[in-house]
């Protein structure tokens, strides 16, 4: 007991000081940020839309046939921050690392195994860390992706597979901890994109920007690129007025207009633990509308850290959901053959609107 208070204690204490350093770093002036924004061309329609959004699609006459090299589904994700105590340029794309623990299972190989099971036969993964843009992981030891490089291979799918396309490849977005800001960033500023579903895993937003202001301003104000929405305010982390909401929302709890089905584990506070990474997801994931629809949750047993490295029962919990939902329609978001499966022992559901019931 002794020993877990102490790891708890040095674990919490070693974040507090991180968090002095990082406040350091330098950052954009409020000026600089807007003026960066003011350069963005959004799509069609707003990111702070409701759920009825949808996307307008070419006259049925004028698609053509997907090209038969191209994937029924791709899935873009981002993974966490490196740890408590790291440089962040160390970040890397931990969630397709499989682990002979697991069985060579890595998560998004049982995201994508389940997807395949509903008869998506091409599936294609893109793997991206927690970063602005591309850079050298210490941790992987190779170059790692970024968020711009998962914008670019986005603006490639859809010129290709998606944009004028009969039977158009799908998308999936998932993301772990600090990784699921880059997601959501990513939906809200693809909007002419519906994302069939997007799985947070203990979506953490506290810190994100004390370790990343450096490299946005780096990446979208002095550099070339645009800055995504709603990075121009600064901190995505209680940013957004949500209906219902008595305070401003993180942008990670907020599940845009464009995605169908949004799946959320989050953990618990664990001070009595071995794993030095004691942070956790502190809020339910909620519509920018204010309501839950099409959002189901569980409360994880897994630490935080370890929800992300390997396949484990809540990844278990997601595949389930995932072959139930089975494959929305993009025009209709259907529910009515719905059935919600009955959670796995030790789990329980929270928030989430479960109408309509099953027939």
Not at 151 to 164: F, H, M, N, S, T
Request: hydrophobic residues 40%.
């Amino acid at each position: 007991m002794r020993r877990r208070l102490l790891i708890a204690a040095v674990s919490l204490a070693f974040a507090v000081v991180a968090g002095v350093f990082t406040s350091c770093a330098p950052a954009a002036s409020r000026d600089d940020l807007a003026r960066a924004g003011a350069a963005r061309a959004t799509s069609s329609g707003s990111p702070l839309d409701g759920i009825g959004y949808v996307p307008a699609n070419a006259p049925s006459a004028t698609l053509r046939p997907r090209p038969v090299d191209a994937p029924d589904l791709v899935i873009i994700a981002f993974s966490g921050h490196c740890g408590l105590v790291c440089d962040t340029r160390s970040t890397w794309s931990y969630l397709s690392n499989a682990s002979e623990s697991t069985g060579g299972v890595a998560v998004l190989d049982a995201i994508a195994a389940a997807y395949a099971r509903l008869g998506l036969a091409k599936i294609e993964v893109f793997s991206a860390s927690s970063f602005a843009t591309s850079h050298y992981s210490s941790i992987s030891g190779k170059i790692e992706p970024g968020y711009l490089q998962a914008q670019a291979y986005l603006d490639e799918v859809k010129r290709d597979w998606i944009d004028g396309i009969d039977d158009p490849t799908r998308v999936v977005l998932v993301g772990h901890s600090h990784g699921t800001v880059w997601a959501s960033l990513l939906a809200m500023n693809n909007l002419d994109v519906t994302f069939d579903s997007f799985v947070s895993l203990d979506a953490v937003c506290w810190m994100w920007w004390n370790k990343h202001k450096q490299y946005v301003k780096e990446t979208f104000v002095d550099g070339p690129w645009t800055i995504p929405f709603p990075l121009d305010q600064g901190d995505p982390c209680g940013t957004l007025d949500v209906p219902g909401q008595a305070e401003r929302q993180n942008i990670n709890d907020v599940v845009p207009a464009n995605v169908i089905y949004g799946l959320e584990v989050r953990t618990t506070f664990r001070l009595f633990s071995l794993d030095p990474n004691v942070l956790t997801d502190d809020h339910v994931n909620v519509r920018i509308n204010g309501t839950h629809t099409n959002i189901w949750g569980i409360t994880a047993t897994e630490s935080h850290s370890d929800l992300g490295k390997h396949y484990n029962r809540s990844i278990s919990w997601v595949v389930a959901m995932l072959d139930s939902l089975g494959i929305p329609d993009h025009a209709a978001y259907p529910m009515s053959t719905f059935v919600l499966p009955e959670p796995p022992e030790g789990f329980t559901y929270f928030g989430g609107d479960l109408t309509p019931s099953a027939p």
